[in-house]
């Protein structure tokens, strides 16, 4: 059992190039998000998938793009890279705890993109 | 969504009670309270999730009052490992979930 796996760990970018960060989860999570955060920062909500076929817009989507996928994977495309998005990108998926009480986020290990 | 305010920051001692209060003034009816440890270059990981009143785990306790504009979470006897930014979330169960701008807590020996 991987969680939260996400692809690649590092990427550098320069302006105008295109790329997808890929995310996957073992857990049979309905809910996929994705967040940036910048140094020193807190996380910011970039698109958010409450279950298979459906995707729904955070704080911050301007420039991104998600498709999810299947259940298990849910990606995110940079079309035209700027360096406005030079960021840390985490993925979480999220469920009911085994007590049923709790909704719990779990997070990927992030990617870290710099575009130049 | 529901916007929070946390302090920016705060300082301990090992073996010290840590109160970190945040506020939630707009929180709606069916928002959940839940709270976010992060470490320097991870993801952020699940505390502990409360809706009123009082709820406690192994780790931490959440404190909500009647009117649930603000929470409490309260780590007893801290310890240099809970050095990391805290996050508060406020927010319907199973929809988007937005985190705020965090506290960032130094434990000191």
């Known amino acids: 059992n991987a969680g939260v796996t996400q692809t690649p760990k590092f990427q550098v970018l320069k302006t105008g190039q295109s790329m997808t960060l890929q995310c996957a989860q073992d857990?049979?999570?309905?809910?996929m998000y994705w967040y940036r955060q910048d140094p020193g920062m807190g996380l910011r909500l970039i698109y958010y998938?409450?279950?298979?076929?459906?995707?729904d817009k955070g704080e911050v989507p301007n420039g991104y793009n998600v498709s999810r996928l299947n259940k298990r994977e849910f990606s995110l495309r940079l079309e035209s890279a700027a360096p406005s998005q030079t960021s840390v990108y985490f993925c979480?998926?999220?469920?009911?705890?085994?007590?049923?009480?709790?909704?719990?986020?779990?997070f990927g290990p992030g990617t870290r993109l710099t575009v130049t | 969504l529901a916007k929070t305010t946390q302090p920016i920051s705060m300082d301990s001692y090992e073996g010290q009670e840590v109160n970190i209060t945040c506020s939630h003034n707009n929180i709606a009816t069916n928002d959940y309270i839940t709270w976010y440890q992060q470490f320097p270059s991870q993801g952020p990981r699940f505390i502990i999730q409360?809706?009123?009143t009082k709820v406690t785990n192994e780790v931490a306790s959440l404190f909500i009052p009647a009117d649930r504009k603000s929470s409490t979470l309260s780590l007893p006897r801290v310890s240099l490992s809970d050095t990391a930014v805290y996050y508060c979330?406020?927010?319907?169960?199973?929809?988007?979930?937005?985190f705020g701008t965090g506290t960032r807590l130094l434990v000191s020996p």
């Open positions: 857990m049979n999570h309905n809910s």
């Open positions: 409360g809706y009123k």
């Open positions: 998938s409450a279950s298979e076929g459906t995707t």
């Open positions: 979480a998926s999220a469920a009911w705890g085994l007590a049923g009480d709790d909704y719990e986020q779990y």
């Open positions: 979330l406020v927010g319907d169960r199973g929809g988007k979930l937005v």
